[in-house]
């Protein structure tokens, strides 16, 4: 995806790579959200997410580096979103104890 922007922004900016530059500068750019599927992938394969966070964290370090060095300065990166709510993970971790469907209750 990072590949495909840097191709389509020079027909985003008006003339030159220093409107690029000056156009990402005054932007706030949504990064993501990367590695939603390195995450769910092993879930449903039964296998640990553990050895793969730091080579995700660091796809998107590179990433922002990028948009970095494209002139980008305003960044929001979010996390992945409450996967927990999605119906594949519903009918995964299915239960038959409805509280566990609401555990607002734990926050408090």
């Known amino acids: 995806q990072l590949n495909t922007f840097k191709q389509i922004l020079p027909n985003l900016c008006a003339l030159s790579s220093h409107d ?43 990433a922002i580096a990028d948009v970095v060095d494209l002139g980008g300065k305003t960044f929001v990166v979010p996390g992945t979103f409450p996967l927990g709510c999605f119906p ?7 239960t038959v104890v409805e509280e566990e469907y609401d555990l607002s209750h734990m926050a408090q």
């Open 20 to 62: 690029c530059r000056e156009m990402l500068g005054e932007s706030l750019i949504l990064m993501g959200e990367i590695g939603v599927n390195d995450y769910t992938y092993p879930f449903f394969e039964g296998k640990s997410i553990n050895e793969l966070v730091p080579l995700i964290i660091n796809a998107i370090s590179s």
């Open 88 to 94: 594949a993970y519903l009918t995964l971790f299915k």
